[in-house]
């Protein structure tokens, strides 16, 4: 059964002076999932997300979450939205829960209750009566998912969640995102420049060059067949000679082989290599960089 | 609303805005009062140490002589008349004309605050009310709740307000009860003379009245208030149009400093008066100074003063409403 479309996005565009920013962009999310918004700095990103949010008018296109259309009824629509748009910038002179106190004054029907909820959900329990000026990265980043979620969103938007965040954060932080889609039923979308953060994140992922969607897949779709093998053997030219007879390879500069990534044969490989005398000194998966996504994607064309 | 305003003021207090203003206003005020008592001192070291109840009273004995006289004009006698008036109630109420209470001080210090020290404190708040959100980034989560922009805005500027009204009641109060501790704080009902008009032959003093201090103070109160709120009204607008606090406060600051230089010079030019910063001294109508500029008048001050106040807060909103913000 189709989940339920919480976030629908048509053929929307923004026009700043003569330039137009943003052609016509066409999405929806559903209920549950993580949908990944990847492209590289200056895509529009973050222009969509804030009209998404109500932070920019879009010049034409519609905005509907959960059947409400954000230029008509911006109430209704902002209801069932929470967001952080890029840093959660909280105020510093104030502890965290006036922060939450703040922001809670302003939607209907959230009190202290769900104060102390959001509180422990993100696990800010023990500091949340200092001044957020003494907090750090990690507990700002929380501070603002616990505002984003203050008001039960069906909505969930992050711009960059885990930027500026430590190795242990960022882990967390996909924890949690995953958590809140996959129990709570939040539809998240979280926007990134890095192709690894989206891929272990997400369930969808919109891929996003220049104001226009170039393609919309599930995330195992648009990276299968694109991931490669790298192998470091020794001696290197039997090695080679080996490898290469049992699958396509690429030389690279480094003295390394690259061959496409393939679980089944892999460890077959390997003990041909092995079996014919070679030492496997690494053998390591590589993911397909960004870059590379996107010039297959674009057909050659650089990203600005 | 109601939250909205408590949400502006938690944040304003946190800022301790407040406490600075009336710490700036309580120095000012001892500094003043400070001058104020030298003053006094040398006059009373060039009058000598006689006693100021025996001269006053000789005083009125002359003007109550020269009233009786046949041949002095109406229009000197009710002058007289006056000038009797207030003689006999310092006399009655034991206060030496020449020493002023607490309650003359305040109207002094309220007078002179008027165009600048008070316009700068509500600056002070004004300016960085809508631009801080703006450098803070707060802003983006300010105005991405369920709550339209307009009643975002109405509850700041409703802060702003209260927070006007506070300044204006603290300046009030310290002046007060700062001063009184020198001067003593007797004097609420001396008699002060308003009511003058500035015509084209000269003072007309046809209108002149003799008003309590109290009653004075009242008005000159609501003066200072009306334009603290047009002052901060204007930076607030600017707040709203410039996001840099520094700039805005550096742009209403400028306006001001001008108007006090404006007012000096620009007597010839005359529609240098529809300036909202020319028109800031309104307290000066009450007691008969003449106008910067021929033909101003405190009704003409207000309604210029009304337009720019119409005119920001309509900029305000318009703005505030449909912009996008990045």
């Given amino acids: 059964m189709e989940k339920k479309i919480t976030l629908s996005v048509k053929d929307l565009r923004k026009v700043i002076g003569r330039r137009e920013i943003i052609k016509g962009l066409t999405f929806d999310l559903r209920e549950g999932e993580v949908f990944g918004f990847l492209g590289p700095n200056g895509a529009g990103k973050t222009t969509t997300i804030r009209m998404l949010v109500g932070l920019i008018k879009p ?25 952080i748009v890029e840093n959660p910038e909280l105020y510093p002179y104030l502890s965290g829960y006036n922060n939450l106190l703040h922001f809670a004054r302003m939607l209907d029907g959230v ?86 953060e989206i891929q272990l994140l997400c369930d969808r992922v919109a891929i996003i060059a220049k104001g226009t969607i170039i393609r919309t897949d599930t995330v195992q779709k648009l990276l299968s067949n694109r991931e490669k093998m790298v192998w470091r053997l020794d ?70 | 609303m109601n939250k909205l305003v408590q949400n502006e003021m938690l944040k304003l207090i946190a800022k301790k805005r407040l406490v600075v203003i009336a710490l700036i206003i309580g120095v000012l005020v001892i500094l003043f009062t400070y001058a104020q008592y030298k003053q006094v001192q040398t006059q009373r070291e060039k009058l000598g140490t006689s006693d100021w109840r025996t001269i006053l009273q000789q005083q009125i004995v002359d003007t109550t002589n020269r009233l009786s006289s046949s041949r ?48 700068l404190m509500v600056m002070v708040i004004a300016s960085d009310l809508v631009s801080s959100e703006h450098s803070l980034g707060t802003v983006k ?32 109060f310290l002046s007060y009860a700062i001063s009184g501790v020198v001067f003593g704080y007797k004097g609420f009902g001396a008699p002060i003379l308003t009511g003058f008009h500035v015509t084209d032959e000269g003072l007309n003093t046809s209108d002149v009245k003799l008003l309590s201090l109290w009653k004075f103070l009242l008005m000159d109160l609501g003066l200072v208030w009306f334009v603290a709120i047009v002052v901060g009204t204007l930076s607030f607008m600017l707040s709203v149009l410039i996001r840099s606090t520094a700039a805005g406060m550096g742009v209403m600051l400028a306006a001001l400093i001008s108007g006090a230089i404006l007012s000096n010079m620009v007597s010839s030019w005359e529609s240098a008066k529809y300036f909202f910063m020319v028109n800031l001294r309104l307290t000066d109508y009450m007691k008969g100074n003449a106008p910067p500029i021929e033909g101003m008048n405190l009704s003409f001050s207000m309604s210029v003063l009304l337009v720019w106040w119409a005119a920001a807060l309509l900029v305000s909103f318009m703005v505030f409403t449909k912009k996008d913000v990045y």
């Fill in chain 1, 59 to 83: 010049t034409s296109g519609s905005i509907h979450i959960c059947g409400s259309n954000i230029a008509e009824d911006f109430k209704g629509a902002l209801k069932n939205l929470g967001c």
């Fill in chain 1, 111 to 196: 009190g202290e209750g769900r104060i102390k909820e959001v509180t422990a959900l993100v696990g800010l329990s023990e500091r949340i009566h200092d001044k957020v000026k003494t907090y750090s990265l990690g507990m700002r980043q929380r501070l603002g998912i616990a505002q984003a979620l203050l008001g039960n969103p069906k909505v969930l938007i992050l711009d960059e969640p885990t930027n500026g965040l430590d190795p242990a954060g960022i882990r967390e932080m996909r924890e949690f995102i995953r958590f809140l889609a996959e129990q709570e039923g939040l539809s998240v979308l979280v926007s990134s420049h890095l192709l690894s």
């Fill in chain 1, 235 to 304: 001696p290197f030219f039997k090695g080679k000679e080996v490898l290469g007879a049992l699958t396509g390879i690429e030389e690279k500069e480094d003295g390394t082989l690259w061959t496409e990534y393939n679980e089944q044969m892999t460890p077959e490989w390997n003990k041909q290599l092995v079996e014919a005398g070679v030492s496997v000194l690494e053998m390591n998966r590589k993911m397909p960089v960004l870059e590379d996504l996107f010039l297959e994607l674009t057909g050659g064309e650089t990203i600005e």
């Fill in chain 2, 72 to 119: 002095i004009s109406d229009e000197w006698k009710k002058q007289l008349q006056i000038s009797l008036q207030q003689q006999q109630y310092y006399l009655d109420h034991d206060i030496n004309p020449a020493e002023p209470g607490a309650p003359t001080f305040m109207r002094i210090f309220l007078e002179n605050s008027i165009d600048l020290f008070i316009p």
């Fill in chain 2, 141 to 172: 989560l300010l105005l991405t709740r369920p709550v339209n922009r307009w009643k975002v805005l109405l509850s700041k500027y409703i802060t702003l307000c209260l927070a006007i009204s506070l300044i204006i009641a603290i300046t009030g």
